[in-house]
């Protein structure tokens, strides 16, 4: 059974930095494009950034040069540094292969940026 467990949210004050940790179980992910999205209610979730099997990386225009994302084949897990942190990246954020599969997606982790 393949499990994603997100980790690593919490309350921060705008302008601080988060990292958010996702460790794959079930099934080894080397191959696949991981991605982390978010999601805030009433609203349909959203890719965020994505890394290839060869450390590629693309990411949503409303983060780039913000945050950073990364992987770690050895330990089936991804990770995204987020700095500079905005009110608008409130959210609860989820990691998924790309393009994401339903069956994946985990309890997710809650970022709230907040003064």
């Known amino acids: 059974q393949v499990q994603l467990v997100e980790s690593g949210g919490g309350l921060v004050q705008p302008g601080g930095s988060l990292r958010l940790s996702c460790v794959a179980s079930?099934?080894?992910?080397?191959?696949?494009?991981m991605g982390w999205y978010r999601q805030t209610p009433g609203k349909e979730r959203k890719l965020v950034a994505r890394?290839?099997?060869?450390?590629?990386?693309n990411y949503a225009d409303s983060v780039k040069g913000r945050f950073t994302i990364s992987r770690d084949n050895a330990k089936n897990a991804v990770y995204l540094q987020m700095n500079s942190l905005k009110a608008e990246d409130t959210a609860v954020y989820y990691c998924?292969?790309?393009?994401?599969?339903?069956?994946?997606w985990g309890q997710g982790t809650q970022v709230t940026v907040s003064s």
């Open positions: 998924n292969v790309w393009p994401a599969v339903r069956n994946y």
């Open positions: 890394v290839s099997s060869g450390g590629s990386t």
């Open positions: 079930g099934r080894s992910f080397l191959i696949e494009t």
